[in-house]
Each structure stands twice: as C-alpha cells, then as structure tokens.
C-alpha cells in the first residue's frame, strides 16, 4: 500500500524514491526531485500506515513541487508553507 503510495505520487512529481526506514507502521522515505540546474531536492515523507489508512507529512526542499506534495496528500494547500533560501532566515 505504501509503495503504490509513493509510485502514484511519482507520476505526479519526478520524484525518485532512495530509501526508507520502518518502524512498524511508521515510515520515513527518502527521494529526490531533479532540477533544471543540475542540482537535486531533497523529499521526505513521514507516513503511517494504520487499517488501511495512509496519514503523514513530508519535509522538502523543493519550492517547485511543495505545494503540489502538499496537495497530493491533503487535497489541497491550507497547510503550505513555501520553502526558503537559508539567506533569507532573519534570526
């Protein structure tokens, strides 16, 4: 169920899975999103699986595809928030 999970949300964003760690029904799955730049973005996602249900978060680096992970998995985005450069921290 997880790996269909993750596949589907692959079609969507060019996201390429790498690795994960279980804890029972706990998962944290590490991918990466590829940039015009050449560089990558990190993606993780912290999901739980419990009778059949998917339930989580995700942490990236990615400005171009947050909202869009954001809205894979909550069906929409009133929980988004953007991504910044670590210049732009202020304290």
């Known amino acids: 169920m997880i790996k269909d999970y993750i596949n589907q949300m692959a079609e969507e964003i060019p996201i390429v899975w790498d690795r994960f760690v279980q804890d029972g029904v706990y998962f944290d799955i590490y991918g990466w999103i590829k940039r015009s730049d050449g560089e990558r973005d990190f ?16 942490v990236t ?27 732009e921290l202020k304290s």
């Open 43 to 58: 993606v993780l996602l912290q999901l739980t699986l419990k009778d059949d249900m998917i339930t989580g978060g995700f």
């Open 61 to 87: 680096s990615s400005a171009k595809y947050s909202k869009v992970i954001d809205n894979y998995m909550y069906g929409n985005n009133d929980r988004h928030n953007d991504c910044q450069k670590i210049e």
